[in-house]
Structures are given as C-alpha cells and as structure tokens.
C-alpha cells in the first residue's frame, strides 16, 4: 500500500497528524454524548444538575454537601450502569474498566492492535456511564477513540507490530491533550505510562509530542487555549518554610496513592467474584454510587466543578467534608470503573489529590498557619497521580499546564518525588501495586522486550559467544525454554529448545558425531550436566538426565524428540 511506501519517519508523522485530528473531534464527539446524557438523564431523572468549570468559577458560594438530598439519583446512575453493562458485554467486553489500561494491554500483550468496534463502543458505554452520574474520567475514553483509531489504521495498512504499538501511543497522547488542554504533559504521559519504574518509551515521544500538539491546537478552536482549570492570583511569594507543608503533603499523597489501588482492585475483585451476570454488574455498581449521591452528590460524575471551587480557593467547605470528599470519590469510583462500568480513572485521581490538597490547607488554616489553599491542592492534585500511577513527570506537568500554575513548579517537584518514593515503598510486594494493573515495572518486564531478549541470549547461545551457566537456565529463559515452543532464533528459522534426556534413551553413552544431527537439522549448543556445563564437541558422549540445548526447526526437533525418547517410550509400554 502507499502509506508503507514512505519511510518509516515520514509515514509515522502522517499518522501523527491523522489522529491528531481524530484526537481532538473524538474529544468533541465524546463530550457532546456526555452533555446530552447529563442534561437528559442525569438532571431530568436523577433531578442533579452538574457543575462545569466555567459556571464554578463564576460562583461566589459553594453548594454545600448535605443540604439537600437527591433521592431520584439512584435512579439514573442504576439504568445508566444496566445501559453501560449491556452494551459492553454485548458487544465488546474489552471496553469495560478504564480505557488507558487497554491501550497498556493492547501495547504489552497484544501487538498494538484492537477490535475495531472498541472506540466506537468505547465511547458511547463511557459517555452513559459518566453521563448519568458514573464516577469515572474522561481520559480513558478519549484515550481509547484515538489510540483505537491507530489500531485500525494499522490494521488496514498492516504495519509491522513496532509501529502498531507506536501508533496506539500516538493516538493516546493525541486523545488526552485534547480534553485535558495539556500538550507536552500528555505526549510524556503516554510514553511513561507503560512502566511504573521510572522508565520511557523514548523513542515514541517525538511522535507522541506532535500527535499531541495538533490535538490540542484543534481543541482550542473550539474551546480556546485556556487552561483547563482556572486559578486566582497569590497574595503572597513562596517562602522556604512551605517547603516543609509541601513536603509533608506529598508524604500524605503517597499514603493515599498506595490506599488507591488497594481499595479499587478490592472492589473490582469482589465484582468478578460476584455470581451474577456481567451486564448487570455495572447496574449493581451504579445503584450503590447513586446511594451515596443522594447526601453527597459531588462525588459522582466527573466532579470539574467542584475541583475548580477548591483550585480558586476559599471553598468554605470545612476540613471533614474535604476528606469525605477525598475517599468518597476513591470509593465512588472503584464501584463505577470496578462493577465493570466504563471510564476513566486520571479524571478522579486528580478530584482525589485536589480535595486532599484542600483538606491539608484547611487543617494548616486551623493550626494558624498562612499558605494558600490554591497552591497545595494544585500541588496534592499532581502528588496524589504520580504516587497512584506512577508516572512523576507526566503528573506534574500536566497538572502545572491543566492550571497555569507555572509559580509552582518548584514545590509540585518536591511533592511529586516524595509522593513516588513513598508510595513505592508502602506498595512493594502488594498485588495490585499501581492504579493501572497493565503496567509493566520496565522494559524489560514487557513481554514486547522479554521476547527480544530472549532471542538475543538465543541466538549467543546458538553462537556460542557466552559462557553456559545454571544460572542462565535458573532465570525466566528456562520456564520459556520448557514451554515447548523454542525461542524464535533472529533472523533464522530454528528455534532454540531445551530437553532432558531421559532414563532409557538409545543414544544415552553415544557420541555427539554418531547421532547424525547434521543429516536430521539439529545442533546441540550446550549441555548442563550435574553442577557443570558442557559446551559439546563431536566426541562429547550424552549422559541419562543432560539438560541439551538444542537449535533446530519445528521438524527437526520432532525428529530428534523421537530419537532420544523412544527406548524410554517403549520400556513404560513394556512396564
């Protein structure tokens, strides 16, 4: 096709420029859906009208929690999850959950590629779920329009796996600066994203810095180039001893990015475990979010508004409403996203670490100590997503551009390193150790590059250009090796092969040059004999219980499997 005509640069760049433009009418389409669902189901049934950034700003009074109860929101968040969960598991189960952790997976395990009905279901269940007051984000829908329009683009012009998982990162940097106004933090986001050890898909971020600013230039077309949220002037300068409120902050969002994942993957498993069926779930899930909507209705849908009333400070919320607040929205999600619903989990994460943010100022306000409240929930909102996701960089330049905070990128950087370094301590060793449960530790933990380092050490080993050790058998290589596949040898059609030779075998105390491997296609590459390793000659006599190495092709090792086991075979028969 002409598209694989170009190189691979230029052709990249073109993609680029496509999805950035899909990126951004997605963004559009995505929020059209989500404001007719709002407006028609959510306040017409559910009797709840939300509050957008804009009309948040232009308030001078906060609504108050508790007030006013809203019986009839169950109402609408319950059809809104049954509607969600019978579209998802009608027609793509793979939508459920959040939709960042599908384009990890589809990046990991799966090629880059994607069903193409996943954006298009992707984007209706999310708009239903959120719209009708669902907890959930926006960005993994709008992440999942873009990046599953890279798939299919893929797939029609059958690039190479490489640049399938290029593009589906193109796509998603594209989606996310398109509803969160954040070009640079975005594009870094999508390469940081894939590993929750401070690890980059380097070579992806010059094409996932383009995607992103196209996306983004098209999104201020239709909404301008302001900043997503919007803050008030400081009265006062940062002094040295914010540091030390900066610092304890990003302690706490630490605490909380380790909480997050535990009380969501709780939630989420009990969800599986539960003996119902999978379309339901997400009805069962927003039943139990629209319960707790009634008293406390900030903490269903996407919550912009009332995370703008804390960014512009001076919410005359009191300090124990901002922590319910806080964990409410971490449970409110968990039984949204976790029951199967569809939506994002950033767009919460960042409600989570704003209303933090606000409750730790409120609590300094009490000990009569002068800080602006603004600052550190801008600062607990970057804190809170780097400690949950793990992605340092990307959260604090997003949230820095989301608000045009740029006075506080100094103390954003403290925050964001301490909550890191404490959140992975307080989860090693836990099960679900990050918000996003496709994530891999690093590169080398991706099966894109554990197979690339597999063929390496093969094809050394073919070679013979390494030493032959336990060791290289005790690794993750021998339960490969044992699987009866073989490692794909680069660039050769053998594969790489590892059998015992059992008690009984014919060639057992036989020479190496006796066995005729050459004729059969077999080449034995190193043996391991007891606490030692043999590198074979041709005068190298086999031994009962010799680990072989052996590089040949599918035929060939069938062969040679025969020829080793069949006295074995047929003393067992005799038995």
Not at 31 to 44: E, G, K, P, Q, S
Not at 132 to 151: K, L, V
Not at 465 to 479: C, K, N, P, T, W
Not at 536 to 565: C, H, K, W, Y
Request: net charge neutral.
């Amino acid at each position: 096709m002409w598209l694989l005509n170009l190189q691979r640069t230029p052709r990249l760049i073109l993609i680029c420029v496509v999805l950035g433009v899909v990126g951004a009418l997605g963004a559009q389409l995505f929020l059209l859906l989500l404001h007719f669902f709002d407006t028609y189901v959510l306040a017409a049934v559910g009797g709840y009208e939300t509050i957008d950034v804009e009309t948040a700003h232009a308030m001078t009074d906060i609504p108050q929690p508790f007030t006013r109860l809203y019986w009839c929101l169950p109402i609408s968040t319950t059809l809104g999850g049954l509607a969600a969960g019978l579209l998802i598991f009608g027609l793509a189960p793979e939508t459920e959950g959040h939709g960042t952790d599908a384009t990890l997976l589809a990046f990991h395990r799966n090629k880059g590629r994607m069903r193409a009905r996943v954006p298009f279901v992707k984007t209706l269940a999310s708009a239903i779920t959120i719209g009708t007051g669902g907890s959930g984000g926006h960005e993994g829908p709008t992440a999942q329009i873009a990046s599953g329009m890279g798939a299919i683009i893929g797939q029609i012009f059958n690039l190479s796996d490489d640049e399938r998982r290029i593009v589906i990162l193109i796509g998603m940097a594209a989606g996310l600066s398109a509803i969160f106004k954040s070009p640079l933090g975005t594009a870094i986001f999508a390469v940081e994203i894939l590993y929750s050890r401070m690890a980059f898909e380097g070579g992806a971020l010059i094409f996932t810095l383009i995607s992103a600013s196209i996306a983004y230039s098209i999104t201020g077309m239709f909404s301008g180039f302001t900043p997503l949220f919007l803050l008030l002037e400081s009265s006062r300068d940062l002094v040295p001893l914010d540091l030390l409120w900066f610092s304890l902050l990003g302690a706490l969002a630490g605490g909380v990015g380790a909480l997050m994942p535990r009380i969501y993957y709780t939630i989420r498993d009990a969800f599986v475990a539960l003996k119902v069926p999978r379309a339901i779930k997400p009805a069962i899930g927003g039943l139990a979010v629209g319960m707790i909507g009634i008293a406390m209705p900030p903490v269903i849908g996407g919550g912009y508004g009332y995370m703008q009333f804390v960014l512009q400070g001076g919410t005359g919320l009191a300090v124990w409403i901002l922590v319910l607040l806080t964990f409410g929205k971490i449970l409110t999600l968990s039984l949204t996203v976790g029951s199967g619903g569809s939506g994002g989990v950033f767009g919460p994460t960042l409600f989570v670490g704003v209303m933090l943010g606000g409750s730790f100022a409120g609590l300094l306000h009490l000990m009569n100590i002068d800080i602006d409240s603004n600052w550190l929930a801008v600062v607990g909102m970057a804190a809170v997503f780097a400690g949950t996701a793990r992605v340092p960089i990307a959260a604090m330049v997003m949230v820095i551009e989301m608000t045009g905070g740029f006075t506080l990128i100094m103390p954003t950087m403290l925050a964001v390193a301490i909550s890191f370094l404490v959140q992975l301590v307080l989860s090693r060793n836990t099960k679900y150790p990050t918000i996003y449960e496709y994530q891999a530790r690093t590169p080398a933990d991706s099966p894109v590059y554990r197979e690339t380092f597999y063929q390496t050490a093969a094809d050394l080993l073919r070679r013979q250009e390494v030493h032959l050790d336990r060791d290289i058998l005790d690794s993750e290589l021998q339960a490969v090796l044992e699987g009866g596949e073989g490692i794909s040898l680069r660039q050769r059609k053998e594969r790489l092969y590892r059998l015992l030779m059992p008690a009984g075998s014919p060639v057992a105390g036989r020479e190496v040059r006796s066995l005729g491997l050459s004729d059969m296609g077999v080449v034995i590459v190193g043996i391991i004999r007891g606490e030692g390793e043999i590198t074979p000659t041709g005068d190298t006599r086999l031994q009962v219980r010799d680990d072989l190495l052996v590089a040949a092709n599918e035929e060939s090792i069938r062969s040679f499997r025969d020829l080793i086991m069949t006295s074995s075979k047929n003393d067992a028969q005799d038995s």
